[in-house]
Structure formats: C-alpha cells, structure tokens
C-alpha cells in the first residue's frame, strides 16, 4: 500500500517558519512510528504570486485535489496589501475552501494546564477545557443572496441574506455527530430559532438527522446568545457544538480566546468523503503570517503542529498517534518551555520556533 500523501503549502510570513518545525514533526512519524507520508510542497498566497501572478495556480489547484491532506501555513503581508482584490494572497486559501467543498470548520478550544493562567477567565473554569466547534463553513450569511448596498429613496441599504438548505444544514450535523462520537458523545446546536426562520429549519433538520442517525449521541439545542453566555460562564459543560457561519464565526473566536495565545490555535476544514472514505481535508493554524514577528524565529509553532495532529486523527485514523503528539506539546509546556508569545513573568527567556520544535522531537523520543 502507498503512503497516505499531504500537500504542504507553507505560504507567506511565519507560515514557512512554523511548517519547518511541522516537517520535523512529520519525519519524526516516518522514522519512529513507521507512520510515513508522500509530502510535496507548493506555493500558496503571496509566495505564489511572486512565482506566477497568481495566489493558487490550477496545478497546485489539482494537487490539493488529489491528496490525502492538505497543510498551510499562513498567507498575507503588507507587501501584498496594495494588490486588486482578485489576486490577494487570500483569494488563494478562499479558493481552496471554495473548490474542495470544505463545509465543515472544526476548531477545537483546548486548555493545555501549563497554560490556564492565560485565560482571562479563571483557572478553575477553563483548565482541562476541551470542546469542538463546528462551524458551516461554505454556506448562510456570507454567501446567501441577494446581497449588496443598494438606494432607496434617499439612503443606502445594506443587504445580505442568512440561506440554507436543508441538506447544507444535514451534512455539517452529521460531521459534529459523528466527531461527538469520536470524543464526549455530546453535540449542543446553536441557532436564534426564536428570531430567525432559518434557526427554525436548522433545528429541525438537526433534530431529524439525530433521530434518524445518531440517537446514540446526547443532543441538545441553545439559542446562540445563551450559548455565547454559556461559554463564558461555564465551557466545561460543552463537547461538540454546531452552529451556522455566523455564529460559528463569532463563537469560535470567542471560545478561542479562553484557551490563550493565538500561537496555539489549530484547525481543520473537512469537506465530503473521497473515493478512499477520507474526507477532503485542509488543516491550518488560526494565526495568519504574523509580519511583525516574521523572519525572526519568534513564532510559535504549536498551533501548526496541533493542525498536524489534527489531520492525523481526522484523515489518517491515527488518534493514539494524534495523542501522542498533544501529549508531547503538552509536556513540553509543563515543562516551561516559552516562546516569547507565551512568556507570563518577567525573566523569562523565550526559545525559538526552532527551539520549541526540537523540544517537542524530544519530548515524543521521551514519550517512547
Ligand atoms: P496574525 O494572526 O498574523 O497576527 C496577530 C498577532 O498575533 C501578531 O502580533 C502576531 O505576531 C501574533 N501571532 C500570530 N501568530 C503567532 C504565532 N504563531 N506565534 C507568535 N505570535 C503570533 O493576524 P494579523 O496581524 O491581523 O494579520 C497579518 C496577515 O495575516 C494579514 O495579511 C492577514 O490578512 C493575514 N491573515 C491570514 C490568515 C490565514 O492565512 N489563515 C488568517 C488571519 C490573517
């Protein structure tokens, strides 16, 4: 049997700082886990206009197409700020999204213990947290038409239209039903089904994929202003959360920010299954390409590895390997290892990206 195959594509700003480290991950699963990948790599968003005019050529287009996985880095800079809107760095990662179908945005807010006294809130509510939200990702407000600024009379009237069809809202249950089973077997849904029609139809179908499905799995229903609350309050009480773009957007975010730094925000986007069972996949860190900090070897590669580990439980089946490695960043952090994004006290010396790279190498050697 060949090797399950991932498309790195490193991007711009610290993306190809932090992938290194990724890389040393990635060979480490080859050499000591028997766990090997056909990596290629490619270009992506400002890189990639430098080299062809373009964010994302058709090639790389079809590769993403074509393999297992695909990791990215980061895309954007201020060198790009100045470029038409068709050809911006983003308009690369939005073509991935867009044409591999990728409806379903998981990102999980995890509280490693090292870490808990980052969190505005206090220890005792957010140590061990360790929740997944699951945004629709292709489809709602941002999307939905029509939509435009438009005259009437004598003012302006901005417009966009919140739209879902039924199988849009059954396909991403689905995804957080099945990822419920994988983790604490709970899915808690968030819509305005109070306000909204289509938090009405969101509900609904919820409840008849369930039903007709997953039974096994504890379902639950919020209004997403209680939600948001809730998650202030007490996130503990979550596992899976499903929720449209838009409120995906804002409570990702927001639960986000329980956890700390955004150096070590993970995420995947999976699509349909392929021929192979697997899903179309695009793993990445939250951060963008960091310009303040890039060429400096002060990012923190943590968040593109956990994205790493991410892709192995997710595409490749490998959970015990995905927890090995979370255990290994784990260990590293309660070991006091810092970069400089997650220095708490004066005195403090942070390490390098690479540094904190060989010090998760080390720390998966230890864990053998
Ligand atoms: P950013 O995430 O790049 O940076 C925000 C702040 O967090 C900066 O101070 C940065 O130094 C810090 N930071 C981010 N990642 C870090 C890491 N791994 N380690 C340590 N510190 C880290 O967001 P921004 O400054 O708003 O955007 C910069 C560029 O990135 C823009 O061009 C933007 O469009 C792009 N961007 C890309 C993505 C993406 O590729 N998915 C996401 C967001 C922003």
Known sequence: ????????????????????????????????????????EDLVGGAAYDAHGTPLTDETMAKAQEVDAVLLGAVGGPK????????????????????????????????????????SLKRDVVAGLDIMIVRE???GIYFGEPRGIIK????????????????????????????ARRRGNKVCSMEKANVMESGILWRDVVTEVHQAEYADVELSHMYADAGAMQLCRWPKQFDVIVT????????????????????????????APMGNGRPKALYEPVHGSAPDIAGQGKANPIACVLSFAMALRYSFDQGAEA?????????????GVRTADLLQ??????????????AIIAALDAGL
């Open 1 to 40: 049997m060949s090797n399950p195959s991932l498309l790195i594509l490193p991007g711009d700003g610290i993306g190809p700082e932090v992938m290194a480290e990724v890389r040393k991950v990635i060979d480490w699963f080859g050499a000591k886990r028997d766990l090997a990948f056909d990596v290629s």
């Open 80 to 119: 790009y700020d100045a470029l038409d809107f068709s050809v911006k760095p983003e308009r690369g990662l939005l073509r991935l999204r867009k044409e591999m179908d990728l409806f379903s945005n998981l990102r999980p807010a995890q509280c490693f213990d090292a870490l808990a006294d980052f969190s």
């Open 137 to 139: 990702l292709t489809s």
């Open 152 to 179: 009437e009379g004598n003012e302006r009237v901005g417009i966009n239209t919140q739209r879902y069809t039924e199988s849009e809202i059954a396909r991403v249950a689905r995804s957080a039903f099945e990822l």
């Open 244 to 271: 449209d773009n838009l409120f995906g957007d804002l409570l990702s975010d927001a639960a986000a920010m329980l956890t700390g730094s955004l150096g070590m925000l993970p995420s995947a986007s999976l699509g």
């Open 323 to 335: 927890d090995r490695l979370e255990a290994a960043v784990e260990k590293v952090l309660a070991d």
């Open 345 to 358: 006290a004066e005195g403090e010396t942070p390490v390098s990206t690479s540094e904190m790279g060989d």
